[in-house]
């Protein structure tokens, strides 16, 4: 594995990651959120060419390449998995549209609300 999404990611969902992805390789779970499939996305382990374009550009910080990952996060890697052990519940993310097909605007998070996001989380 390359990079891949921690826990950050749980109900933020920005996908300016999956806008910059060159190769597709950010998946989204397609059933219920549960605690082993939480609503976040997910960067394919085997698909990742190790590029970093997405880890700028999530506004969450909850990127990191593999060797980075802090320790609270090494449940992580075996939640990404997922979408390779089980890919007919996951599909490739895609950018929100409206109903024209207009990327839908994006709301960037204060840095308050990411500070907050990391101490819910215990992230260093």
Known sequence: MAYL???LCIDCLDRGCVEVC???????HMGEPT???PNMLYIHPTECINCS?????????AIY??????AVFAGDVAVNAQCEADPRA?????L???????????RRPT??????NRRKWEAP
């Open 65 to 70: 390449e593999d060797r980075e990952l802090p």
């Open 90 to 94: 996951f599909a490739v993310a895609v």
């Open 5 to 7: 999404i921690t826990r």
């Open 53 to 61: 374009a997405c880890e700028p550009e999530c506004p969450w910080h």
């Open 111 to 116: 840095a308050d609300e990411v500070a907050e």
């Open 96 to 106: 929100q549209r409206d109903g024209q097909g207009r990327l839908l605007p994006k």
């Open 22 to 28: 060159p190769v597709n390789c950010i998946y989204q």
């Open 35 to 37: 605690d082993g499939r």
